[in-house]
């Protein structure tokens, strides 16, 4: 017996796809891969071609080239094309052919003989962090490190996002039994990090790493209260560590400008929609695209 109040759902034998689930995001959710419309991806200039849009999942790409051009590895030059998820521009016949899991963010890069595909964020991280020699600590020790918490981040943040976020706040009911599974989760989870964070200035040690790239954008966005409005509900004070590493890479104009890119929500100062040139970040905001329209 449980006292949680759930509503009775006895499932057939065999689960078929007959409805939506009405949750937000319904729209886009099918139980196949694949294609829905044939649709050629647009190419720019540069050596780099990101196909995203700026969730915490495509923001670790943006942030990872913006560090990369800052150190002057201009072969991370990019163009940053908007994927809208809403709209299911991650089912065009171009971008299964760069992502079969229809995801973003998608990496193609057109600098060598054969344009190379790269999908899933941390696999562009770390394809990226080799190809430029940076942001992955070649000593084992620092190395070792940097790819646990790596790795910890993509197996961690579903139970975050898919978990949590999906039944705070976009599930069609509020199911007790599942915010409470998943918000005893998220503060585990935070608690983690914040422990973590206690021993060393960033996850991998004392370097910056694509380790933290990874993390913050997850755990760095709830303990700033940026994620579900659920940093009351999860008393995200609480994680001083967190909070403290998680203001230290805000203080990086790189980290700064990957989280505009390729965003489409927030304040219109913060969303450029598109990047295909470093100044784009002056010009091209949304609040001046649509001041020059007036
Ligand atoms: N494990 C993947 C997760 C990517 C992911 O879940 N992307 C979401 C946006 S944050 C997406 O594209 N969703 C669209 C969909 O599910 O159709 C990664 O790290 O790249």
């Not at 943006?62 to 521009?89: F, M, Q």
């Not at 600590?137 to 999906?166: D, I, T, Y």
């Not at 104009?253 to 990957?258: F, I, M, N, T």
Request: proline letters at 6%.
């Amino acid at each position: 017996m449980t006292d949680y109040a759930i509503a009775d759902y006895t499932p057939p034998k065999v689960w078929a796809w007959s409805k939506p689930n009405g949750g937000q995001f319904s729209n886009i959710n099918r139980p196949v891969a694949g294609a829905t419309h044939e649709k050629v991806l647009p190419v720019g200039r540069h050596p780099l071609q990101l196909y995203s849009q700026g969730t915490p999942n495509g923001q670790k790409v943006t942030i990872l080239l913006e560090e990369l051009l800052a150190l002057g590895h201009s072969g991370a030059e990019y163009d940053a094309w908007l994927i809208r998820i809403g709209a299911g521009d991650q089912f065009g016949s171009g971008f299964v052919e760069i992502n079969p899991n229809s995801k973003i963010p998608a990496l193609v890069d057109r600098s060598g003989a054969q344009p190379i595909r790269v999908f899933e964020s941390g696999a562009i991280l770390v394809y990226l962090a080799e190809k430029f020699g940076a942001f992955l600590p070649s000593q084992p020790q620092a190395r070792a490190e940097c790819l646990s918490w790596l790795f910890w981040q993509m197996g961690s943040a579903p139970f975050l996002g898919g978990g949590f976020g999906h039944f705070y706040a976009y599930a069609p009911a509020k199911i007790e039994y599942a915010i409470d599974r998943y918000a005893m989760e998220t503060k585990r989870q935070l608690d983690v990090l914040d422990k973590r964070l206690a021993q060393s200035a960033y996850l991998a040690g004392d370097e910056y790493t694509i380790a933290d790239i990874a993390v913050f954008p997850w755990y760095g966005g709830m303990v700033k209260g940026w994620l579900y409005n659920a940093g009351e509900f999860l008393s995200v004070h609480e994680y001083k560590n967190v909070l403290r590493w998680a203001d230290t890479l805000l203080a990086r104009p790189a980290v700064v400008r990957g989280r505009m890119v390729n965003r489409t929500s927030g304040d219109p100062a913060n969303q450029l929609h598109e990047r295909h040139d470093a100044s784009d970040f002056q010009t091209k905001t949304q609040d001046k695209l649509v001041a020059s329209r007036l």
